[in-house]
């Protein structure tokens, strides 16, 4: 207990250091830091207008290309967790994951068909959901054998596929994990969320403590390379030394890192989370905005203590060449992504597109037997778009090549950018020399409450955030 206390001591004294009180007066913080928005992309889903996939495949061939990065969906669960919004299906029979597969092949098939091409060349891949390892060996074999054929991967730097402990435990999770090697998976993130029974149960996950350390186990004995986890904080009823031995278990994994998430109490897109229901019910069972600062500075200086560095905003890896490559490609290459299945995102040049949403999947049946892919919503990118993409994404996760950015938009950092940019320089939030933008380490602290300032005002998730434009 002393060690926990020590932690939270040592924590305490060198977050007092960024002064973050100066920076919730200058009111850049939404709520006051009660409130979280995590900037994944811009323009964010919720600018999204109806679109069906003519607008994504249209004139292709005439604008110019980038790097293109593969994303998958899986939508099905094990069960529904009380804090995710995203769109699952939980405890589907194996005949009906059978058929969703029947019709993800015709869409990856009409997807490289619309692109003109026999395969799509990736340079990362990411298969996510929902637990895209619900699927039983016999299906994971399927699935993989027809993904490799529509996306060529002889250039792809990290295959990479997202689980949950129950589902890659025993004989059956061993076979899974070792058909998921044969065919080049070589990362996998376990959604872990907590190593304490009564939070995974009050989560509404499936698994136990033994489950995960088990599933662990599994993945090393299948010799997969890179293990990852993912951890949640400032979850209801989570105290601050709760977090600190949560810090302590991941650590003394000897796992290659981690990613720590924030709870999310907002949703993204279609679908609320039921944490939102709990939250508006009973606000004074989350932890205080001091408390998630003091908690998300501990996963940083813990994790940092020990070698594991914050190579990605809120992803810690001992090699910096093992955290999501997708994320890197996505984020500071700005690449295309080719994205398929339910409610999966795409984004070719200049286009972004999203699919149909809807945990009812004959909605996107419909669409795919169509002989479309199932978008229906998504923004052609202005050029105002355009340029704020091209700073908030780079920023948010490794930093601003100003040489690139004028590349790209044919005007300079400075001509779009310099009113934000100087009042941050004056809170010692962004530093920046001839060639590049970045944020300091109290700016990278505040990473998400900064790159949202980069926003148009019309996209500002929040209402209550003052502008810094409007500081100046
Ligand atoms: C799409 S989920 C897939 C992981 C896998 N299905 C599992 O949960 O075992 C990816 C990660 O997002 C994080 N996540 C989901 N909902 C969240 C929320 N409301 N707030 C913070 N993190 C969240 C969780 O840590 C989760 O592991
Ligand atoms: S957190 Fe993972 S397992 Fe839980 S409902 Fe969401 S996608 Fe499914």
Redesign the pocket.
Known sequence: MDEVKDWIGLAREELAQLDVDEIKQSGVLPGGGKQFFPVIGYPPLTMFSEMDDTALFENFEQRPANKTIAYGHIPF?????T??H?I?KTKTKAEEVDVYLDHLEQEMSLYRSKMGMDSIPTSSVLIG???PTYLNPKQMERFLKNFTRHFDLSDCTQFSIEA?PTTLLGKEGLEKLAIMKDYGVHRISL?VQSFDDHVLSAMG?THNNTDTMESIEQMRRAGIENVFIDLIYAYPGQTVEQWVQNMLTAINLDIEGYQLYRLRIRPHGDRDGNILKVHTKAPEKFPEPDDIQLMKYLGIMMSEKHGYGEHQTRIFARKANDISHYLRDWACDLADVAGVGVSSWSNLRGVFSMNVGDANLENYYKLVREGKVSVNRGKIRSADDERRRCFILPLKNARVSKQTFTERTGETVEQCFSTEINVFKSLGLIEENDSHVWLTPRGRFFADEISTQFFDPNYLPFPDVTRVAEMA
């Open positions: 669960c094990p069960s529904r967790c804090f995710c995203w699952t959901g929902g637990t949950e959604g996950r």
